[in-house]
């Protein structure tokens, strides 16, 4: 199974100031039909996983847009221009390009 | 809008099994799989399976193989995830998911005697 490692494991933001969380995918997620599945997830305590990007870089409906998610082949990175205090909670990156699913080991946000 | 309504918590004892549901809408089910994740407290999601809504067709995780079991209902847009030989480390949260972007709302299985 692909194994997906994240870093850092927490990220102790100040308000108003970037954060980003690196994604790293033991195989290439680029799936035969030339899409790369990767995903980021948001989970805030006692809540179901958020999704906030798809396919590395598009956004979900309603997502803001100081998320923001890049990179290619198996390296892949989450960022947040400013954070906000709604920021606070796990992010997870997970690729659906091959089964079974995978996931980080997630990465909590915090405001310092 | 695209919806998975999952069935509520369950306490079950030891050696027991549970079967969670997760009703679709919003969208032609026959179209899309279902997949089962988990969360045990504190720890990452977990994938456990996959069903094709039109085939019945479906993938396990081997960490499950032998234990879990899903199904789907196609009149009903419904699919079944059922966790036999329940141990207290199987208490987490279910969720079901189409895809990554679209999930239940989770059910809590707790496993205690």
């Known amino acids: 199974e692909i194994v997906m490692t994240q870093t850092p494991l927490s990220s102790p933001v100040t308000l108003g100031q970037p954060a980003s969380i690196s994604c790293r995918s033991s195989?290439?997620?680029?799936?035969?039909?030339?899409?790369?599945?990767l995903s980021w997830l948001q989970q805030r305590p006692g809540q179901p996983p958020r999704p906030l990007i798809y396919?590395?870089?598009k956004r979900f409906s309603g997502v803001p847009d100081r998320f923001s998610g890049s990179g290619a082949g198996t390296d892949f990175t989450l960022k947040i221009s400013r954070v906000e205090a709604e920021d606070v909670g796990v992010y997870y990156c997970t690729q659906a390009t091959q089964f079974p699913w995978t996931f980080g080991q997630g990465t909590k946000v915090e405001i310092k | 809008q695209v919806q998975l309504v999952q069935s509520g918590a369950e306490v079950k004892e030891p050696g027991a099994s549970v079967k969670v549901s997760c009703k679709a809408s919003?969208?032609?089910?026959?179209?899309?799989?279902i997949n089962w994740v988990r969360q045990a407290p504190g720890q990452r999601l977990e994938w456990m399976g996959w069903?094709?809504?039109?085939?019945?067709?479906?993938k396990y995780s081997q960490n499950f193989q032998g234990r879990v079991t899903i199904t789907r209902d196609k009149p009903a847009t419904t699919a079944y995830m059922e966790l036999s030989s329940l141990r207290s480390e199987d208490t987490a949260v279910y969720y079901c998911a189409r895809d990554p972007g679209q999930w239940g709302q989770g059910t809590l299985v707790t496993v205690s005697s």
């Open positions: 396919k590395i870089s």
């Open positions: 195989r290439s997620l680029v799936h035969s039909d030339g899409n790369t599945y």
């Open positions: 919003g969208y032609i089910f026959i179209n899309y799989g």
């Open positions: 069903i094709n809504g039109d085939t019945g067709d479906t």
